[in-house]
């Protein structure tokens, strides 16, 4: 959907956080931000008109009007921008809603077995099961809170990461660069192995909270945010 609404290339810099230059936004999310900015009363009318009013669909064909042409062009894109914002955040509200149910659950679940928040760091069929009365899951918990522990306290991960991509490492290094990370780079640009694939038994909702950041800060991308 992202691609197909502002392109590739301005689509991967949106979701690895670059910008054009320092303090620069994206030009071609000018007409989105700039509503934004007229809500809050920024800029007037005035000014968004001259900056984007010559934005839309059809830019290219010139047989097509321009939406300044349209006396009512702005009030439609205020208003609809509203409803789009008002509609984002029930559906935003409702979803973690979602996560609070699942957290009682869990909570209800370790006071009933005395375990306490040794649960969280369980899978949904582990703690079923110990609900059931198998403690045998437990035994994982000490090595997966201090799995846990040991990522939580990792600082951000770059931007970019390019290659096997070794946290632990990457943060003892006192060189390390923020911005990007590129394991080929002593390769000439060439992966110098391929990475094991990402354990098909560890589902995304199914994991261990110790176990996450495990998988996923560790497995191969080009580009990943932060984690």
Same mark, same amino acid.
């Given at each position: 959907?992202?691609?197909? !609404?502002?392109?590739?290339?301005?689509?991967?810099?949106?979701?690895?956080?670059?910008?054009?230059?320092?303090?620069?936004?994206?030009?071609?999310?000018?007409?989105?931000?700039?509503?934004?900015?007229?809500?809050?009363?920024? #800029?007037?009318?005035?000014?968004?008109?001259?900056?984007?009013?010559?934005?839309?669909?059809?830019?290219?064909? #010139?047989?097509?009007?321009?939406?300044?042409?349209?006396?009512?062009?702005?009030?439609?894109?205020?208003?609809?921008?509203?409803?789009?914002?008002?509609?984002?955040?029930?559906?935003?509200?409702?979803?973690?809603?979602?996560?609070?149910?699942?957290?009682?659950?869990?909570?209800?679940?370790?006071? !009933?077995?005395?375990?306490?928040?040794?649960?969280?760091?369980?899978?949904?069929?582990? #703690?079923?099961?110990?609900?059931?009365?198998?403690?045998?899951?437990?035994?994982?918990?000490?090595?997966?809170?201090?799995?846990?522990?040991?990522?939580?306290?990792?600082?951000?991960?770059?931007?970019? #990461?390019?290659?096997?991509?070794?946290?632990?490492?990457?943060?003892?290094?006192?060189?390390?660069?923020?911005?990007?990370?590129?394991?080929?780079?002593?390769?000439?640009?060439?992966?110098?192995?391929?990475?094991?694939?990402?354990?098909?038994?560890?589902?995304?909702?199914?994991?261990?909270?110790?176990?996450?950041?495990?998988?996923?800060?560790?497995?191969?991308?080009?580009?990943?945010?932060?984690?």
């Amino acid at each position: 959907m992202l691609n197909r !609404l502002v392109g590739a290339d301005d689509a991967s810099a949106l979701m690895t956080g670059l910008r054009e230059a320092a303090g620069a936004e994206l030009v071609s999310l000018g007409p989105v931000l700039g509503l934004a900015q007229l809500r809050r009363g920024e #800029i007037d009318r005035d000014s968004y008109v001259r900056a984007w009013g010559h934005r839309c669909p059809d830019e290219f064909e #010139i047989s097509a009007p321009r939406p300044v042409e349209d006396p009512d062009w702005l009030d439609r894109q205020l208003d609809r921008a509203a409803a789009r914002a008002r509609t984002r955040e029930r559906a935003r509200s409702e979803f973690a809603r979602g996560f609070w149910v699942l957290r009682a659950f869990v909570v209800r679940a370790g006071e !009933l077995t005395g375990r306490g928040d040794d649960l969280f760091l369980l899978s949904i069929d582990e #703690i079923l099961a110990v609900l059931g009365g198998d403690e045998a899951p437990l035994a994982s918990v000490p090595s997966r809170r201090a799995r846990y522990e040991r990522y939580r306290a990792l600082p951000p991960y770059p931007t970019l #990461i390019r290659g096997r991509f070794d946290p632990q490492r990457w943060a003892a290094d006192p060189h390390r660069r923020t911005d990007r990370y590129d394991a080929t780079a002593a390769h000439g640009g060439r992966w110098p192995r391929r990475s094991p694939a990402f354990p098909a038994r560890w589902a995304w909702s199914r994991a261990p909270p110790g176990w996450c950041p495990q998988w996923m800060r560790r497995r191969r991308c080009r580009r990943a945010r932060s984690w």
